[in-house]
């Protein structure tokens, strides 16, 4: 199980830190994804690493305000985000899937069959 939280409401410009953190089992063998969707909108793929945590990938959308990073040791995947926007207020998930490459990641929700409750990010202009 997957558990996200690091949600809440900020300004614009402001940062938040998302965590993905594994409840039961380790992060070691799985893939994570970070996706968000606003009401009325579709999930979109926000970042995602590698099981071995060198491949990363990055929306554009955020490329350059938002970080995914991985701490094998507190057995959490991290969201820094930063610059925040009002276009970024959502509900972030994080995913998780068990890859045979340890160097693949993907931002495509076809790959991810369970959602968590998610955390909420709100930004106010």
């Known amino acids: 199980q997957f558990v996200e939280s690091g949600g809440g409401a900020v300004q614009s410009g402001g940062s938040l830190r998302l965590s993905c953190a594994a409840v039961g089992s380790t992060l070691r063998y799985y893939t994570i994804s970070w996706f968000r969707q606003a009401p009325g909108k579709e999930r979109e793929g926000v970042s995602c690493?590698?099981?071995?945590?060198?491949?990363?990938d990055i929306a554009d959308s955020v490329k350059g305000r938002f970080t995914i990073s991985k701490d094998s040791a507190n057995n959490r995947v991290y969201l820094e985000m930063s610059n925040l926007r009002p276009e970024d207020s959502a509900v972030y998930y994080c995913?998780?899937?068990?890859?045979?490459?340890?160097?693949?990641?993907?931002?495509?929700?076809?790959?991810?069959?369970?959602w968590g409750q998610g955390t909420q990010v709100t930004v106010s202009s």
């Open positions: 690493i590698s099981s071995d945590g060198e491949t990363t």
């Open positions: 995913a998780a899937r068990i890859a045979s490459n340890a160097g693949w990641c993907s931002m495509s929700s076809l790959y991810f069959g369970s």
